[in-house]
């Protein structure tokens, strides 16, 4: 919430926090998560950053390939620029590779100009065939795939 709740509030999506903690807690939800090695001040080790993710259809409607889509990925403000967000994002395109699901897709506000360049410049992403721009609708947002594994 602490990262990204301004982001959706101007967002045509909103902030709704009873919803976000839905998709959190869906039975389909699973989390990588990064700790640091030395205890904080609570004592236990601190969270980094984590990675929420599923494995998922590309197509509700007309399944055709399984896919793993990123729902969130966030990193600390003591972590950032650490290298900490690429490994998580590879660590997602090798459990994608290990599964044999060809693509991992992810949804990226236009406005969060830093992740949309990490995405498409250090990762390589690349415009979803599916992301409303695609079809020349106006969005706040894209939908990023890389195809990490061949059919």
Excluded at 2 to 20: I, P, Q, T, V
Excluded at 92 to 109: D, G, N, Q, S
Excluded at 115 to 123: D, G, I
């Amino acid at each position: 919430e602490r990262n990204m709740r301004g982001m959706y509030e101007e967002s045509s999506w909103g902030f709704d926090r009873d919803a976000k903690m839905d998709e959190l807690r869906h039975p389909n939800a699973r989390f990588l998560a990064a700790f640091g090695e030395e205890e904080g001040a609570g004592g236990g080790r601190p969270l980094l950053g984590f990675s929420h993710f599923r494995f998922e259809w590309d197509n509700e409607d007309d399944p055709i390939d399984p896919i793993l889509y990123v729902y969130e990925i966030h990193i600390s403000d003591a972590a950032r620029r650490s290298g900490l967000g690429k490994r998580l994002m590879t660590i997602m395109e090798l459990i994608a590779v290990r599964y044999k699901i060809r693509r991992v897709v992810l949804t990226v506000f236009k406005s969060n100009i830093s992740a949309m360049q990490f995405y498409l410049n250090k990762m390589k992403y690349g415009v979803d065939h599916s992301s409303p721009s695609k079809y020349g609708e106006a969005a706040d947002y894209e939908i990023l795939s890389k195809v990490v594994c061949k059919k």
